[in-house]
């Protein structure tokens, strides 16, 4: 079985450009997170969706970061514009249901230059 | 606010040994513990959850240690081979079912 799927693994991007993280949880999945890893440290939730639904985006730094997921499948996760301090992995991770355990794609390493 | 933290930042530990990590965390409402392996550019990686009514759970080669007197949890991996170096994580579960994680704790394992 397919884990979660990330893409890109690397992007780096000049400040102010726009970048976009695609997501596809592994299948079943109702919950899918979004977090951010900086190096050292542990991930933390930019956003949870249950099913199509955004349930806490209390960490989402709505100025110039979004995300979604339209059908309730993949996700998108997209900042504009990039600042150097968005210089991160942004990880992906999905789970049958808030409260199951939660499964981690490899990430997306971003390089804002 | 809650967190959650690590005690040692870097366990170094000869091959074949036993390796123990510890996670000391705030939120008693926590109902819900889990442990990540996190390898150089990978995902974290999902090795033993415990729930809070449980003080002891065992998999394979790892056991987690939870006392919620002193709100400690531990991970101990037993005959410590070199893939088990990595940065291991420890996370809670509260109210929301939000998922916070500690800072990390590498494992250099020596052959």
């Known amino acids: 079985e397919a884990g979660v799927v990330q893409s890109p693994r690397y992007k780096i991007i000049e400040k102010k450009q726009p970048v976009a993280f695609w997501c596809n949880p592994i299948?079943?999945?109702?919950?899918l997170y979004w977090y951010l890893q900086n190096l050292g440290q542990g991930p933390e939730l930019l956003i949870r969706?249950?099913?199509?639904?955004?349930?806490?985006d209390s960490q989402l730094p709505k100025d110039r970061f979004s995300a979604e997921r339209l059908k309730g499948v993949d996700s998108t996760l997209k900042i504009q514009p990039a600042e150097l301090g968005d210089s991160a992995v942004y990880l992906c991770?999905?789970?049958?249901?808030?409260?199951?355990?939660?499964?981690f794609g490899e990430g997306s390493w971003l390089t804002v230059v | 606010g809650e967190s959650v933290g690590l005690h040692l930042p870097t366990l170094s530990v000869q091959e074949g040994d036993n390796s123990i990590i510890n996670c000391a965390y705030s939120?008693?409402?926590?109902?819900?513990f889990i442990w990540y392996k996190q390898e150089s550019g990978k995902g974290p990686q999902f090795i033993i959850d415990?729930?809070?009514?449980?003080d002891k759970r065992q998999g394979q080669r790892v056991t987690v240690l939870l006392n919620k007197t002193v709100k400690h949890l531990s991970l101990q991996i037993a005959a410590t081979q070199p893939g088990d170096s990595a940065v291991y994580f420890c996370?809670?579960?509260?109210?929301?079912?939000?998922?916070?994680f500690g800072g990390g704790t590498r494992v250099l394992v020596k052959p």
């Open positions: 991770a999905s789970s049958f249901a808030s409260g199951n355990t939660i499964y």
């Open positions: 299948s079943g999945h109702n919950t």
């Open positions: 969706y249950e099913n199509e639904e955004a349930v806490d």
């Open positions: 939120n008693s409402a926590s109902d819900y």
């Open positions: 415990i729930r809070s009514n449980m």
């Open positions: 996370a809670e579960k509260a109210a929301g079912n939000k998922l916070t």
